[in-house]
């Protein structure tokens, strides 16, 4: 067996302290970092080529065929009672009917949070709704279709794409604002009339203002604006009063929606409110369905183009992986198709199948998959609750419980964690639909409120903290490696 | 080339063998430390590069984050390490110990800063005190042990 490497490197000093060679490896992988999609085929070649003993392996000792199944039933329950939940309370402009539309995707903006919803639905078939976009009795954002269009007005490709939300703090994209706005341009920035009612014991009456999204240095996503009274607002001490629409001459938004709880920030030990902001009445991150407004006459052309789901048949084996996944599970389509990034991998043995995984970066037909108690991603869930309400939860799994249950911590609402019911996913990605089922779960501890230091600035009141729910899986999950006989992954026709 | 075809095949393999050791106790580091210490002390420099690549390779396949990723967070504190090869004596048995905790304190952190700039990987899972004690203490030992038998021993360094 041959030497490798440099045979003169003794002689070079400088070269062998700060080898070249290094800084240019390590140069590359900041360039992967920033731009993964462009060494992705390069990585996805390397991973087939290193994971070929894995394959052996699963081919030799544990990978098992799955067989063919029917279309998974899991998710029809939970996305039904999602969508009376999201109807639930909701109002619209007048000569308009409400109609369930279930989001498929979100998209991060320029600020580091979603700001945009893609919806199920193409701009074609939601053309002449209501711009407004609800959910329950609150306003979540606006359609970025013409209010008053047409199917066919605009450029086909356009009214053939998926139709978006954008969400109250949606701030525009880099490329829209290089050119300059056109007419039939949706709106770029929402302003909303809001108002809230002053309760404090010097001020009482009705606030209005602007809400309007908020800058990067802010702690919420909208702000207050242009208040009509400075005075009361400087006056109030509370934070948590529910900021609503308020009543104006455009007809197309109804006065009474709710847009978020009011959030004072200052100097409270001082009495000193420094900015007004708005907390959103729902995490943009567990939104999974919304509330679109179509014309009563019926001027919107509908067309069936729900995602369907189909299951694609893999191979299944399970490797030890280092702390803190400590298992990871490889995925190989035995049927040689491909597998799509984000594709949910269910356990169809259970109950009619049962959610275990998220597929990432798949390459060559294979995928790896975190399970989901080892995952670090936040999480979008569904909670049906033992009355039958089903309510979105965003959350991330922290660890065990000393009796073997999942510790989730909800990251919002903030009294999602006192639910008690059945855990359903909530809309993960394109191809990880809402409702597959996760387990039951039960309330957990409440975290510890944050200490802000005395004299810096902080929220007034701050809201309750934030609690953990406890989710029992199926023990068969965690330890009987024969469940893995009958896998599926669920995909999205295109 | 014989040495790097093992290398390619045997990274996955000690990051097998690292989750086999997890799932029988806390108490045993982790593995990439010896890599990383081997890197820093030990390896021909010019062999660093396909070193750290396979290795980020074999890592990113069982750890969640791409293999660029894995590359800084194993590479960067190679890089931070290497020029004191000018400082300290290859025969110390101090300095590896002490290039162990600094391994052992930094690799998680970095892990976790790359998470927070990317949502790639996971969040900082830091050490404690007594778990870096544990790998000043058990790391030297791996990093002798995988550095006495090939395909890293054909990979390191001639000298004292």
């Known amino acids: 067996m041959s030497r490798a490497g440099d045979r003169h490197s003794s002689g070079e000093p400088r070269n062998r302290l700060f080898p070249v060679g290094l800084y240019a490896t390590l140069l590359v992988g900041m360039f992967g970092v920033t731009f993964p999609e462009l060494i992705a085929p390069v990585e996805s070649v390397a991973r087939t080529a290193v994971t070929l003993p894995l394959r052996a392996y699963s081919i030799l000792f544990d990978g098992r065929p799955a067989l063919a199944a029917s279309e998974p039933k899991a998710s029809l329950q939970g996305v039904v009672g999602l969508s009376q939940s999201t109807l639930r309370g909701g109002s619209g402009p007048v000569g308009y009917s409400p109609r369930v539309c279930l989001v498929v995707d979100r998209r991060v903006g320029p600020l580091g949070v979603v700001d945009e919803l893609i919806l199920a639905r193409s701009r074609d078939e939601l053309m002449g709704c209501a711009p407004l976009v609800t959910v329950g009795h609150g306003l979540v954002g606006f359609l970025d279709i013409p209010a008053h269009g047409r199917p066919g007005d605009r450029r086909a490709q356009f009214g053939k794409e998926l139709a978006r939300v954008r969400l109250l703090h949606y701030r525009g994209r880099r490329r829209t604002t290089k050119r300059p706005l056109r007419a039939r341009d949706p709106f770029p920035v929402a302003r909303v009339a809001a108002q809230v009612t002053c309760r404090e014991v010097d001020a009482q009456g009705v606030l209005h203002f602007l809400v309007v999204p908020a800058r990067a240095v802010d702690s919420w996503p909208l702000r207050c604006t242009l208040l009509d009274n400075p005075y009361l607002g400087s006056r109030l001490r509370h934070s948590g009063d529910m900021v609503t629409t308020s009543e104006t001459d455009d007809r197309s938004i109804p006065a009474g929606l709710q847009v978020g709880r009011l959030m004072i920030w200052g100097y409270p030990q001082l009495n000193i409110p420094v900015g007004l902001f708005v907390e959103p009445i729902r995490d943009p991150r567990g939104i999974s369905s919304v509330v679109v407004w179509e014309a009563a006459d019926g001027g919107s052309v509908p067309a069936s183009t729900d995602a369907k789901e189909r299951l694609i048949p893999v191979w299944f084996s399970r490797f030890p992986a280092p702390r803190p996944v400590r298992e990871r599970w490889l995925v190989t389509s035995n049927a040689g198709s491909t597998l799509p990034n984000g594709a949910a991998l269910l356990d169809r043995a259970l109950d009619g199948g049962r959610f275990l995984g998220l597929l990432a970066r798949p390459w060559s037909g294979q995928s790896l998959v975190t399970p989901f108690s080892a995952s670090t991603r936040i999480w979008a869930f569904l909670l049906r609750s033992l009355d039958g309400h089903v309510h979105e939860l965003v959350g991330r799994v922290v660890g065990h419980a000393p009796d073997g249950r999942l510790r989730v911590k909800i990251l919002a609402p903030d009294n999602g964690w006192r639910l008690r019911g059945e855990l359903l996913t909530g809309v993960n990605g394109p191809h990880c639909p809402a409702g597959l089922a996760i387990g039951r779960a039960e309330p957990g501890e409440a975290g510890v409120a944050d200490v802000a230091t005395p004299g810096t600035p902080r929220v007034f009141s701050p809201p309750a903290a934030r609690g953990e729910l406890l989710v029992t899986i199926p023990d068969s999950v965690v330890s009987d490696p024969r469940i893995f006989v009958s896998q599926r992954v669920l995909g999205t026709a295109r | ?160």
């Open chain 2, 1 to 160: 080339m014989i040495a790097w075809l093992l290398w390619f095949f045997v990274a996955l393999h000690l990051f097998l063998l690292d989750g086999w050791f997890a799932g029988l106790t806390d108490h045993v580091p982790d593995l990439s430390l010896s890599i990383a210490l081997f890197c820093a002390l030990y390896a021909k420099p010019k062999a660093l590069p396909g070193l750290l690549l396979c290795a980020a390779l074999s890592r990113s396949v069982l750890v969640p984050g791409s293999a660029a990723l894995h590359l800084l967070v194993l590479g960067v504190p190679v890089a931070v390490l290497l020029p004191l090869r000018g400082v300290f004596s290859r025969g110390s048995v101090l300095w590896p110990c002490l290039a162990s905790g600094f391994l052992a304190f930094v690799l998680p952190r970095l892990s976790g800063l790359l998470f927070r700039l990317t949502a790639e990987g996971g969040p900082a899972l830091p050490m404690t005190g007594f778990e870096i004690f544990v790998a000043m203490c058990v790391i030297p030992v791996f990093t002798l042990a995988l550095r006495s038998v090939p395909p890293l021993s054909l990979f390191q360094e001639e000298g004292p």
